[in-house]
């Protein structure tokens, strides 16, 4: 045991990792690549777990970071404001149409554990207290929270927990958008129909019905298909269902739009936004609702209707700070142009997987894009007996390239501003150990 070995990595088993990776130590950051502490480096081709925008070295946010900490490291939002909080916010709220309000955590599962609470008790505080469960979608991730969990159940992951979880209400998944963006009508209309009846179903006792926004990205990239979304945002609406989209992981530029649910024209009730509007300098999260939800919690304190719910980070004014610096070089760097224009390049260069014999369903939108690896009609889970996260990890390092595989699925989400040398270095390397799984024994 070296002191290496006290760490303990998220949803990682520590045995079969120290068995088949060597254990990489990274200490600074360049451009777009991690430095290990041999002096090794690597080009962060998942941007640093979906939340990379700039790469290690932008010194605007560094800079305004720390110019922030001298005037006051931290101010709780609690009982008091602080100045950051408010810019971030009257900032945010531009982009956020049809949002009025913004709540602030520190993490993505914490931003959709109040999104969970405030649709369950603005029914609440109307004196319906019927509404007390929750619509989902298949393959949904929101998290490992209680509430996230639940709303974003992957049995995979989350079955030692189950006991702790709430029952959700299951719509169907539209994995149906391929690389050539092709939708079948039929298939879509029978699934909606299928969504409706169980959305009409459960309305009486749903609260709400909560989506990742434009895309499922854990559960596999699934890329919504045209239109989808405001659908299930029209049956939300009439059937007063609440409807809360999550744009943690999509939002942001990700699917080639600042804001997912804007470019889709379908304003939700509340939305959660983390991961890269912080450019992934700083834990940052927040929960936005319309004004219609806020109103619901405005009383007297003896009423008792206002959000039990807030952190000790609550608003940090470093994060707060980043946030803003963020955003003023989104805009100042077209990085929006920038996305849509690598995004080209990602769907020029997926079409040379097309031929490889194990890969399957290619779809892609914006700088995200998934194909599965699929041999005899099954997904590979083992390549040379190794796990296949443990072998594209493992393979994709000694190339210079930190790729993670979402089991069987192959995903492709590099740093939002990588420039397009960079993007295919990603993508040379994702062709090689594909070229490479095909010629393997798997299982
Ligand atoms: C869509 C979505 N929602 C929520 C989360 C949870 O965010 P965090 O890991 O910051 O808690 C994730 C994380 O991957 C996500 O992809």
């Given at each position: 045991m070296s002191k290496r070995d006290n760490i303990w990595y998220?949803?990682?088993?520590?045995?079969?990792?120290?068995?088949?990776?060597?254990?990489?130590?990274?200490?600074?950051?360049?451009?777009?690549?991690?430095?290990?502490?041999?002096?090794?480096?690597?080009?962060?081709?998942?941007?640093?777990?979906?939340?990379?925008?700039?790469?290690?070295?932008?010194?605007?946010?560094?800079?305004?970071?720390?110019?922030?900490i001298k005037?006051?490291?931290?101010?709780?939002?609690?009982?008091?404001g602080n100045d950051k909080s408010i810019e971030l916010s009257n900032e945010f709220l531009k982009l956020a149409k049809g949002l009025n309000k913004v709540f602030f955590t520190d993490n993505g599962s914490s931003a959709i554990e109040a999104a969970l609470k405030i649709a369950l008790q603005y029914w609440r505080n109307q004196g319906n207290l019927r509404k007390t469960s929750f619509l989902s979608i298949a393959d949904g991730y929101h998290g490992d929270t209680i509430g996230a969990m639940s709303v974003g159940y992957v049995d995979n992951y989350f079955k030692s927990y189950k006991r702790l979880l709430f029952k959700c209400h299951v719509?169907?998944?539209?994995?149906?958008?391929?690389?050539?963006?092709?939708?079948?009508?039929?298939?879509l209309n029978l699934l909606l129909e299928s969504t409706e009846k169980i959305i009409v179903k459960n309305a009486d006792k749903a609260a709400a019905l909560i989506m990742e926004s434009g895309a499922q990205l854990a559960g596999g990239v699934n890329i919504y298909p045209p239109g989808y979304q405001n659908r299930i945002r029209e049956m939300c609406k009439k059937n007063n269902v609440l409807f809360i989209l999550d744009e943690i992981a999509t939002g942001f530029g990700r699917l080639g739009n600042m804001i997912e649910y804007v470019a889709q024209e379908s304003i939700p009730d509340i939305a959660c936004f983390g991961k890269a509007i912080t450019g992934g300098y700083f834990p940052l999260a927040l929960t936005l609702t319309s004004k219609k939800i806020f109103k619901e919690f405005s009383g007297t304190l003896g009423d008792q209707k206002h959000l039990f719910h807030g952190h000790t980070y609550a608003g940090h004014p470093i994060g707060c700070t980043a946030v803003i610096e963020n955003l003023r070089m989104y805009k100042e760097n077209n990085l929006l142009d920038k996305i849509r224009s690598n995004s080209k390049i990602l769907s020029k260069r997926l079409q040379e997987f097309q031929s490889i014999p194990i890969v399957q369903n290619i779809r892609a939108k914006g700088l995200l894009a998934g194909f599965d690896l699929v041999k005899n009609g099954k997904s590979i889970i083992n390549v040379d007996n190794i796990p296949m996260s443990y072998?594209?990890?493992?393979?994709?390092?000694?190339?210079?390239?930190?790729?993670?595989?979402?089991?069987?699925?192959?995903?492709?989400i590099p740093p939002l501003a990588i420039d397009p040398h960079s993007l295919n270095k990603v993508m040379d390397t994702q062709l090689e150990i594909v070229l490479d799984i095909n010629k393997r024994r798997v299982g």
């Open positions: 998220p949803y990682t088993q520590m045995h079969d990792y120290t068995k088949y990776l060597k254990r990489r130590i990274i200490r600074s950051g360049s451009d777009f690549y991690l430095y290990d502490d041999e002096g090794n480096k690597y080009l962060d081709g998942i941007s640093n777990m979906w939340c990379n925008v700039w790469g290690f070295n932008s010194n605007r946010i560094t800079n305004a970071m720390i110019n922030q005037h006051i490291p931290h101010s709780t939002l609690f009982g008091i719509i169907p998944s539209p994995k149906m958008v391929t690389l050539n963006g092709i939708v079948n009508p039929e298939k072998f594209v990890l493992r393979e994709s390092l000694k190339r210079g390239v930190l790729l993670r595989s979402l089991g069987a699925t192959m995903i492709v």
